[in-house]
T-cell receptor, first 111, second 112 residues
Framework: SQELEQSPQSLIVQEGKNLTINCTSS?????LYWYKQKYGEGLIFLMM?????EEKSHEKITAKLDEKKQQSSLHITASQPSHAGIYLC???????????FGKGTRLSVIA | SQTIHQWPATLVQPVGSPLSLECTVE??????LYWYRQAAGRGLQLLFY??????ISSEVPQNLSASRPQDRQFILSSKKLLLSDSGFYLC???????????FGEGSRLTVL
């Protein structure tokens, strides 16, 4: 079965600093999804990557998928308190199977 | 537009009591439906998914069960709760053939 490893598990950054969260798969990814969760709430979809080398951006968040389609990174530029939360990556192994998720990275942004 | 609702939002139950969590989706037809559980230190764990009425796939054998009595309704149940059933339960849906999930607000279950 597919497994996703996220690093770091938690991150505390000062407001305005950049940060990167990594997600590594044990198998080649069919699709890689990034979600954000505020504590005690549901997950909000951020971005989906499918092609090797693909990169997508939304506001100050950029996600990349490596050429081998086994690793993805999420980069936040000039972090703000609104970026705080749990970031989870989810993998689609074949396009027809339910997403498998990593354990998440808890991000705190301090003033 | 599509919406997903799950309830109750919070539940405190004694060990050995039954459980019923409900989830409904509006604005779409024949969605794939999912129940995930999020427990501290264990990430988001897939419990059940359904591709149609009466079709349930179980990912984790345990004392929980799921049913889909109607196209857009998904129910998570237990006859006797265990302490280990405590957690944050999330219902989600997706369009057939796509991987993107749309999540409900979650239900926090505490078993005492």
């Amino acid at each position: 079965s597919q497994e996703l490893e996220q690093s770091p598990q938690s991150l505390i950054v000062q407001e305005g600093k950049n940060l990167t969260i990594n997600c590594t798969s044990s198998k080649t990814l069919y699709g890689l999804y990034w979600y954000k969760q505020k504590y005690g709430e549901g997950l909000i979809f951020l971005m989906m990557l499918q092609k090797g080398g693909e990169e997508k951006s939304h506001e100050k968040i950029t996600a990349k998928l490596d050429e081998k389609k086994q690793q993805s990174s999420l980069h936040i530029t000039a972090s703000q308190p609104s970026h705080a939360g749990i970031y989870l990556c989810g993998a689609d192994g074949s396009g027809n199977t339910p997403l498998v998720f990593g354990k998440g990275t808890r991000l705190s942004v301090i003033a | 537009s599509q919406t997903i609702h799950q309830w109750p939002a919070t539940l405190v139950q004694p060990v050995g009591s039954p459980l019923s969590l409900e989830c409904t989706v509006e604005g779409t037809s024949n969605p794939n439906l999912y129940w995930y559980r999020q427990a501290a230190g264990r990430g988001l764990q897939l419990l059940f998914y359904s591709v149609g009425i009466g079709q349930i796939s179980s990912e984790v054998p345990q004392n929980l069960s799921a049913s889909r009595p109607q196209d857009r309704q998904f129910i998570l149940s237990s006859k006797k709760l265990l302490l280990s059933d405590s957690g944050f339960y999330l219902c989600a849906w997706s369009r057939t053939g796509t991987g993107e999930l749309f999540f409900g607000e979650g239900s926090r279950l505490t078993v005492l």
